[in-house]
């Protein structure tokens, strides 16, 4: 482009062009990580601000992966702040990981899942697997941008990825078989 | 390769980020391991589930509004509202120095722009803006589609009798960009076809037009108001298509839809 910021608009006219068009993500990142609609808004609105004073280092192009990695960070400081520490992942996965199947196809029976139970599953998973799931699924990030967003290395994001989706089967699986015990 | 890579792999490959490759051995893999072929299925399952439009959280109504008057405030405010300091800049005295010599180097780049590229560039220009006012227009409430059907043996008729042409309207439903309708419009000067498609909460508007009425000159992608915008030729036909949706998929997007 030529010359840029020259006579042109002011920079929240400038900022809020390149990144109000990414509010709908912003927002979904922020619900998905903080699982409340109202502290969503809050950090969402914290993160735009926060964008707003990093907005000279922004260097163009999609914006939307640099607002996300500014919004999962203010997620992170707020959580912090604000929530009781989660169990981490490494503890979780030795006390679960069981190396077996994660169930088959016939008794997964996907295609009729509550919509309701996948969203508490999707809920309760650790933060480090529920980000790289929302980024990856709802957003559509590439690894590289999912790795940028998330701090972490690309080889990272796939065996994340994989042993995300492998508990959420897992899950899915051993939820809906004990509710079908439980409802008869 | 053996299972336990295997099941870690299947999820570059359904994402598709593996190397050329990776991919062929996993697909060997699959063909001869039932186990691995099973949790495949599984997973691919566990993936669609989850990209349902219904779990994706839009902003609530307000919270634009309530964004930018924080915004505001904080600008006015004059000073950044994090805490964190700018990154510190060159020293001004040597800004100045070098004032001059930039302001002359800027002065003849924009002779030299305006002289040059501008006229060349204003049809693209002013075709590139109104694709991007038609797609902002046809988010409000009620604009998006003339015929509304994920069918492209209704769409592509509907057409007939209200353009000189037939669009090439392709269904790209297993390519994950269900076709949600067809709708007419005219931009340069000209009456377009345009075909609506969705991946996940994203709309994608493609504008279809034959060559030779203007926008089929080479140029690359554009962002205008933080929307993506692209194009290509392809059969004599103008292919331009915009979206929020992230340039990679785009781009993806046009490269089957021209193909």
Redesign the interface.
Known sequence: MFSPGWAGPGKVERFEQALLPHLDAAFNLARWLTRNQQDAEDVVQEAYLRALSFFDSFRGGDGRAWLLTIVRNTCYTWLRKNRPPEASVLFDEELHSTGEETGNPETLALRNADRRLLEQVLEELPLEFREVLILRELEGLSYQEIASVAGIRVGTVMSRLARARQRVARQLHDRSSKEQKGGL | MGCNDA??????YM?G?LDLRSQLEIERHIEGCA?CA??Y???Q???S????P???????AG??R???R???R??RAGR???S?P??PGPRPLLLWRFAGAAAAL?LA??VV?MAVVLPRRSAEDLIARDVVASHVRSLMPGHLTDVPSSDQHTVKPWFNGKLDFSPPVKDLAAEGFPLVGGRLDYLAQTPVAVAVYR???HYINLFLWPEGRGGGAKSGPQ?R????LIHSTRAGMNFWAVS??????LEEFLKRAAN
């Open positions: 099941q870690e792999l299947i999820h570059g994402d980020e186990a099973a949790a299925q599984v997973q399952q566990v993936r589930a989850i990209a349902h219904a779990l994706y959280c839009k902003a609530p919270l634009a309530q964004v930018d924080a915004l505001r904080a600008d950044p509202a994090f964190r700018p990154a800027a780049a924009a722009w991946r996940r909460q962002i108001q933080g929307y993506n929020d949706l992230n340039l990679g998929e």
